[in-house]
């Protein structure tokens, strides 16, 4: 305990001293307010109320005083060189019949007892009394109820009713009335200026003025990061339902990329680029003040990798769009440096919509889309005659003949037509086909003709609702918010489908002057159902990526001939092959499915304190449970319970791989050990997490120069997630749910050394500390330091590797408050900044004490298995986080009143300590480790350019440009990767390349005499086959970039009357895609080709005009043996294209109704909306031939963002 | 459910109280369901994979004899081909010399991580079963690096030869250095460890027994490593504990016998099954040796099979039919079906990519009696020799006959024309050895102690030979073992 104790405040030493500094600093005794802004008058014999002009424009302090009282005092003269305000006022005063008090910014001048005014003179002495009755309203005229009303200086006070309305008995004409109610800002009128109505502004314009890190709020004159700020009214894509996408091109240096867009995938979304080699890199969102853990862990390589685990990616999927009000996206490590050591990929604070005091006010939000098809224009397949033809040649060469396809794993038309020769009826004496070149030709012939169109089959003009409503109301103590929507998407293809539900309550009370408290209850739930799906595997011998029973309808409409029907003459379902049993994609859709469900459940809660005069303590709790189930659903209708079953000839006995060979009888043939039913396999995913925060802050000014804030705090989490799995055979979906299993397929499992079930769990647990001290003198120049200690259990058991100690200092200079700055009117601001600070994220290793896990051995014998522990990392003791000193310097400009906004950063970063994959000796026992080893830079530019360029009252116009540039480099990484990994479509990670670079295998050209392919290997020679195990890999080309280094976009908003238009692209360069990998060295007579196959090269001599390979003849394949130089060609160089795009990502058109025709209709707002997202590319590389620029076509559940038309309708009550 | 909640609020409670002394014990949990290894059947199970994953078979068998270039069959495979011309192997796959290196040393970390977890928990009656296997496994893995990458041992030079790296603490950095000593060195260490591990040996500690060192396999590996090391009688000692009751033949492989009625397929799984008497250790590799190693394209040919096991008019030394059943890859490739594979796939029971396990026999009664034979040699004990000879003899030819079949001085003087006793007795258990573990790696080893010379042929006719003496006998190092200052490379 005492070692504890001696541990604790070593560590903490120097976050106890700022403690205790602070608390000194607050313990001293401040002599009397003085006012130090220094005023120079120089008036001779002017009057009262110009003198007090000047005090006004020199100070920003409003005077309230009156009229009659003032006017006519003149004759005062008065010189005055740089005196503080109050110095000022006492000789303004000295003479005069008032005295004046401080009210905030305003002086209020009241008579001086027993020094008569004027008009008191002439009045009777008697000050009249009069009752006061106004109605409070807001800025759209609305009433106020529950507005707070009282007499300045007295006890007197009262409260507007339903209407708005008070009435103030006896009050005098010199009284002065003080407006208040939580949501506006406290307005002070005297007696004599209070008419029929009071308006007071609301607090809307507040999110201009300050930053939203999560943890503080904080002026934006006093805030040194740099932090973007957007309102989701600016950005709002109707019709959209994940939040994450809106961000793109919105927030220059975020760069969003939709790599897949199902529902429920994330986009994957980086600020300021990569940071990490071989972490996540995905930013940290924040609700609310609270860090939106994932549930799972799916990295941004996995995100489009089409995988189920992928429909739980996003992390604000659960996120209605309507309660968000705004989105601070945090960049450089001052604005992120309370967020220490999780901060390094930059942080996304979404603040959402709080009660207000008032009326009722009920807001109906509805969209109404449609997803447009895709469509073989905008893809370049051939059609089915061409196809045929293609086929014709294939048969030629020796492909696609009688013995070989009837046994063929999978098989198309061909296959086909050969069954039908084979079958024999004895009773009638016929052939299903008789074996004669015109009964073939006309067979083939209808399918020649079919042309089929599979995207029309598979996907719908989907119907999209949503329907959301929010009431917001309150009481000056006590506000409410509550909101709840319902989203059904029918699906864009026939096999997706979606619904979400959500709630949330947000409420706000003030249970006294000091005390505040805070609740938020919020849950989602969602049932979504997409094409049932197996993990993708990597060959890596061949090179490409395999996975079993594919049926995701995109890739399969890119991919499968167009010879193939779907039905036949009669209308029936028509079967093809596929893994030796029938298959028909819309059957296969229905019986194949994955059904996903997630609940999602937030309580929240906060207590804010304030006590003695500038301290507030907050306690901020927050508990979430997540639960997800995925399922997939295989029903013994289905190809692949089939295809379990398939073993309808020697050949393919000995083939199909489903089948089981039982190791106790090695002569025995391998048997079906799926006889009845199919396969239900069901993974649920939960997280339950807690989140608790205390800190405490502390605000003073003095001598009305010297601003200091500091801020101190303490935060811990706790975050358990569990897998539960269970693979069910044998389930009998059609009869009754009764599942029918054969013990030798869990036998067949677990001689893999594999599980029927399991129950996987991890264990979050986090704490932090940390202080934060902000110090601006005269506004001007403003210096922030913050340092934070994060502890964490990720890393293992070792008491060393756990704390880590990050650090930011910071500044800004507001130029446009310096004097010389007085005169030019023309910049509202204008702000420098500097940062400078160590971030960190936390890598991905674990090992800082030796991992082991339990598990089983890999013997062929069941009696021989025992289960083992494996050794599976050594100790490192060097563990550590990874880290970033990062430099950033910015500006903010200001112009014409909003007609021009201008910001600009420049930042360099210094990754190290990165994790890296090292391969060691081998002779400690592990000779590839995963160590703190590896540098990386990076640096980068961000600009925004923005206004309100036109602002007449009935056309405005304002637009806004993001652009953000990030180039990283590895500086240091010893890993050996093997060419596969460096060339697939995701990209590779070596020394001297960007984080996730794009390499190429060298084309060198087409053999003369065969037209195979050939490339330099990784001899360094020539040659068809390349080993893509090979770690030599100084062979490639690098491309570039997978990642673009410039993002950015532009919107254009025009209002006119009651119209607005809305057009935004967003673009994207400096990167590299990799074409689809249409090639292959042998083709089947499903395989769908792309046009460009017609320039392939086919005589002798080709090869000069083209650098498409021809089509293999048989013979020539089984002489390339184990070389793969067709797969080899999708990694070439020749398929790397340029990934710059301007999308026309939204066009908007507005219409809001007028006041008059709304009320009419008896409600308070109306407004329509047509909205129109992911329309077209102005510009992408001419070769991507209809390939999107963004998305990963990796089959699965992944689809690309569809074009997609909405009508949207608003309405409040 | 509820009960965690609870006990969670009250963390979060009582460390917002206490900060850092309660978040101290906080942060210990465990970020995932890793195990401690804080119990004797926790250091059992951790000890399963105490023994080498990565199998010397591959590249051994390549350098030896037993291969030529069948260029019209087979695979070409890089380290098939690199150790067929005693190159440095580039490649760092399974079957390896690197990959084996590492797989031996990974062996290793996990028997210094059981003792030090042995210690950590007080070292009690329970543990000592389990400190017996480290010690053993240790020993194992690191005389088999020995005797791989260095040269193999001459008493004349042992002190100066370079070692391997004895490691026996855990490492905990991420590059520690290393020193290679002398092989002398290495031995003694291997026979400390053995000395004190192999009393305290329990074989009924074990589920199956097969897999890891028991008593008999324990003093089987004994009896290797002293004829190794040229200290015949300690061979025969251990030799003899493993056949306490002098029953050898019922605990050898009866090819005359039982395997007789076997198909290819039913004699691959009964070769390496752990009922099978004859395997005295059994390890588990993660290699493709199982499934690839009749199809290499530098494998047993024809001609190969037919001196080796003297068939085709050539002749062997007993002058008899060998019993071991062949078969054929194509038209040139000769093997003995000695293994099956097992092919754990990837993603569970659909998925089509995945690795390969062979099981593999690492000690056998079969080589308890030749070295028994071989130490008896070198002690010039010719009638104890050739009387484990002739008791291996009678379980591998056809219709035995003693009066014909039996090896005597005489006749294996005459058969290799040589004048000296136990020059003729080495080369008849050579021989006999060759067939009985084919495919095994076991007749480089011989090589490597009876320095004999290799000849090689490619297919154009051009012949390579690794001669006695060769460098090349000894593999290189990893490349990244050699970045080690402190690791020097094998002289070339």
Redesign the interface.
Known sequence: ?CE??I??MK??KRTVKILVILLYLSGMQVFGKTYSQKISISMQRGSLVSVLQSIKQQSGYMFLYNDEAVKGIDGISVHLKEVSLEHALEIVFKNQPFSYYFEGKTIVLVPRPGFPVKSQKEKPEVAIQRTLRAKVTNQAGEPIPAATVSVRGTSQSTKTDAEGVFVLMDVKDSDVIIFSSVGFQQVTLPVSQVGASVMMPEIVSVLDDVVVTGYQTINRKLFTGAATQVKMDDIKMEGVVDVSRMLEGRVAGVSVQNVSGTFGTAPKIRVRGATSISGENKPLWVVDGVVLEDVVNVSNDQLSSGDPLTLLGSSVAGINANDIESFEVLKDASATALYGARAMNGVVVITTKKGKSGKARVMYNGNFSSYLKPSYRTYDIMNSADQMSVYLELERKGWLNHSTTSTAKDGGVFAKMYDLINIYDETSGQFGLRNTPEAQNAFLTRYANANTDWFDLLFNNSFVQEHAVSISSGTENAQHYFSTSYYNDSGWTIADRAQRYTANIRSNYNLSDKVKLGTIVSASVRNQDAPGS??R???AVRGEY?R??DINPFSYALNTSRTLTAYDENGNLEYFRRSYAPFNILNELENNSLNVRVMDLKLQGDVGYKFLEDFEFNVL?SMRYVKTGRDQRVTEYSNMAQAYRANWSSSVVSNN??LYTD?DF??AEPMVVLPQGGLLHITDDEM?N?Y?R?TLKWNREFDAKHTVSAFIG?E?K?A?RRRNYN?GYGYQFDSGGVPFTDYR?IK??L????NYFGL????????A?FVNANYAYDRRYVANLTFRYD???????S?TA?WLPTWTLSTAWNIDEEKFMENVHAIDFLKLRGTYGLTASMGSA?NSS?????GS?????L??????????S?????LTWEKQYEANVGIDIGLYRGKLNFSADYYNRNGFDLIGS??????????F?Q?N?ADMKSHGVELTLGGKILNKSDFKYSANLTFGYNKNKITNLKNTPVIYSMVVPTGGVKEGGAVRGLYSIPFVGLDPFTGIPSYITETGRPGVNV?M?S?TTDILIYEGSVDPLVTGGFSNTFNYKQFSLNVFFSYQTGNKIRLNPFYRSMYSDISAMPNEFFDRRVLIGDEQFTNIPSILEFREYTEL??AWPYNTYNYSNYRVVDGSFIRLKTVSLGYTMDERLVKALGVNSLSFNLHGTNLFLLYSDKRLRGQDPEFFNAGGVALPMPQQFTLSLKLGF | MKK??NH??L??VA??AF???G??K????????????NTPE?VG??L??AYPSGNYMMFAEAMTDNVTDNYVEG?TD?INTDSYFWRDVRS??RDSP?SY??DA??????A??ALRAIEEMGAGSDYLPWKGEALLARAYAHFMLVNLFSRSYDKNTADGDLGV?Y?TQ???????S?SRHSVEYVYEQIEKDLKEGLPLLKDDVY??AP?HFTRKAAHAFATRFYLFWQKPEKAIEHANSVFPDGNIVGKMRPWTGRYRNL?Y??L??EYT??TEPANLLLI?T?SWWGSRWRDYRYSTSVGQRNQIFGLSGERNITGGTLAYITGQVGLTSYYVRKF????????????????G?T?IPALTTEEVLFNRAEAYIMLERYDDALNDINTFIRQRVMDYNPATHDLTLDKAKAYYAVSQDNEALIKAILDLKRPEFIHEGMRWFDILRHRLPVVHMDIEGRSYTLTANDLRKTLQL?Q??L??PG?QPNPR
């Open positions: 305990m504890r104790l541990h604790y560590s903490c197996n993990t595997v990597d060959d395999t079993d029973f709790g791989p489903y190791p090695p002569i339950v807690f608790m205390n303490q811990i706790y358990t693979r397929i067949q499992l001689e893999s050394s594999d996987n769990e991890w264990y979050d647990r986090y704490a500390f502890g964490s259990n990720q890393m293992g058991m008491t756990r674990t030796a991992i082991f896990r339990d051995t890999f013997r062929p014998n009696s021989e298995l025992e289960s083992s522990i494996q050794l599976v050594l100790e490192n003791s060097e090292y391969r060691t000796s081998g002779i400690g026992g592990q000779a480790k160590a080893y080993n195990q770690s043996g184990a | 965690m909640n969670t609020i963390l979060l460390c917002s900060a850092l002394l978040c101290k906080y942060l210990e949990q465990a970020p995932d369901q890793r195990t401690q290894i926790k199970k951790l399963v994979t695979r890089a760092i796959s690197t290196w590492n040393y990974k062996a290793i970390a996990v210094n991580h790296p490691v855990p490492e905990t950095v991420v590059e520690q290393y589920s199956v897999f198909s397929n039913e691959a799984v099954k752990a588990e993660q099956t594979y097992f092919f754990a796939r990837i993603g569970g029971s659909s998925g089509t990519t995945g690795y396990y099981v990893p990244e073992a970045n080690d690791i």
